[in-house]
């Protein structure tokens, strides 16, 4: 019987925990740190891993002394920040099986200026761009190429660092922020300005075990804050999968252009890619893949709908995938999900906390095998708890981050799974509780002409 370690707090491993939990050969998960719905999954448990310091070494002996200490088999990284500072590497040097990308390859989300480096080196097609650190020679390009036109943080800011500006107005005020009242920390000190895109934004992830490559179903996510993809960039409003806009002919395209040439210039480098690969695409009209961005690890909402669709073993894939032979294909449900995030007041500019969460659905409820509610920005009242102990105590579940929960559903159709998601989250409150109602719309609309 195995014992695995999810490390993080978000939808994401909420979904990669319950996954992992329906393999009869699971034994124990543990959630570092988990949330209320990771604490409530059959044989879950959300711990604190202890580090002397605040640096990125002291978090890594944390998670490798509770690995030793608890006899774990495998541990799968969620959240992009352990990845860019080489927890894998670390697990990895202390004979520790884990699962994502090393240090190197994980600039591609870490860095966007690697990123474009990489990608203009290995001619994998993406928006033209320039870097820049210095304020007035960004708004000098800037005014010289026109809007709508794309400012992004270089480092990692949470899905939050990427301005779609319609105006030169709107490209100088993100400018400022960036650079010079640093909006991103050192995530901003450096950003990157590209080229707008038109088409249709598809997201397109595998598993990677250096060689082979298995894709995972597609995804489309919504990234602005409100209906009608308008308002701020968030870390992404809700998802669905399969995405109709990436056909067969699509699929290829991006194997052949985009994955398999990262898997070829990561070995040539000679640090093979391992783990999850996202590539954040734009489908032209003509049914052409541009990266828009590459994240190191399962995105966040995609991986809800995703996983609700998974009919493999995760914990099979991922074994396969630290032995080097993961499997070309796997098995999934043909019926559509859909995920409708519930954000917390003010998000994406500021979140809340401790706001009282009425209206979940029981964990035994009718209807759990097709309509799943993944907890992500959750707690309990007393959230120094975060365990099974909450159970027997009846806690409250309280918000705790932006974004609270993903209301996820599987269906005949996209129309079906939409309204089936909105109808369980219709139900759900709590104090500055919004969400969109149009997540799926291009699918649906598709489906209306089809």
Excluded at 9 to 31: F, M, P, T
Excluded at 70 to 85: F, K, Q, R, S, Y
Aim: charged fraction near 20%.
């Amino acid at each position: 019987m195995m014992n695995i370690l999810v490390i993080g707090s978000g939808g994401r491993e909420h979904a990669l925990a319950w996954q992992c939990a329906k393999d009869d050969n699971v034994q124990n998960i543990y959630v570092a740190p988990g949330n209320a719905g990771t604490a409530l999954e059959p044989k879950c448990q959300n711990v604190t891993l202890e580090s002397s310091g605040s640096s990125s070494t002291d978090e890594h002996s944390a998670v490798i002394d509770f690995c030793k200490n608890n006899a774990i088999d495998m541990v799968i990284v969620g959240p992009e920040a352990p990845l860019v500072t080489g927890i894998v590497d670390a697990c990895r040097d202390a004979g520790i099986k884990a699962w994502g990308p090393t240090a190197y390859c994980a600039q591609l989300e870490g860095s966007k200026t690697f990123a474009k480096e990489f990608m203009e080196s290995n001619n994998i097609p993406t928006a033209a761009y320039q870097g820049f650190t210095d304020a007035a020679a960004a708004k000098a390009y800037i005014d010289e190429q026109g809007a709508p036109i794309v400012i992004k943080a270089d480092g990692l800011a949470a899905g939050k660092g990427v301005i779609v500006a319609e105006t030169i107005e709107q490209a100088h005020e993100a400018i400022d922020d960036m650079l010079a009242d640093n909006k991103f920390g050192d995530a901003g000190s450096r950003v990157v300005i590209e080229q707008f895109l038109q088409g249709e934004e598809a997201s397109f992830i595998c598993m990677i075990d250096g060689e082979n490559i298995l894709p995972m179903a597609t995804s489309q996510d919504h990234k602005r804050a409100f209906e009608g993809d308008t308002g701020p960039n968030t870390g992404g409003m809700g998802a669905y999968s399969p995405a109709p806009v990436v056909t067969q002919e699509v699929h290829e395209k991006v194997m052949a252009q985009v994955i398999q040439p990262v898997v070829d210039a990561m070995n040539a480098a000679g640090h093979p890619y391992t783990g999850f690969l996202y590539a954040g695409l734009m489908i032209d009209d003509a049914g052409d893949p541009y990266v828009i961005e590459f994240n190191c690890r399962f995105g966040d909402p995609e991986t809800q709908p995703i996983l609700m669709r998974l009919q493999s073993s995760m914990v099979d894939l991922v074994t396969q995938g630290l032995e080097g032979r993961l499997p070309a294909k796997a098995n999934w449900d043909e019926r559509p999900a859909l995920g409708i995030v519930v954000a917390s007041k003010g998000y994406p500019e500021t979140s809340s906390k401790g706001d009282v969460i009425s209206g979940l659905p029981e964990l035994d409820a009718d209807n759990q095998e097709t309509v799943k509610v993944f907890h992500a920005g959750t707690a309990f009242s007393n959230d120094h708890a975060l365990s099974n102990e909450a159970l027997s105590n009846e806690k409250e579940v309280v918000t705790n981050g932006g974004r609270v929960l993903c209301v996820t559903a599987l269906a005949d159709n996209i129309s079906d799974a939409q309204q089936a998601a909105l109808a369980v989250t219709g139900a759900i409150s709590f104090d500055g509780a919004h969400y969109r109602r149009d997540i799926g719309h291009h699918a649906i609309t598709r489906e209306d002409a089809s």
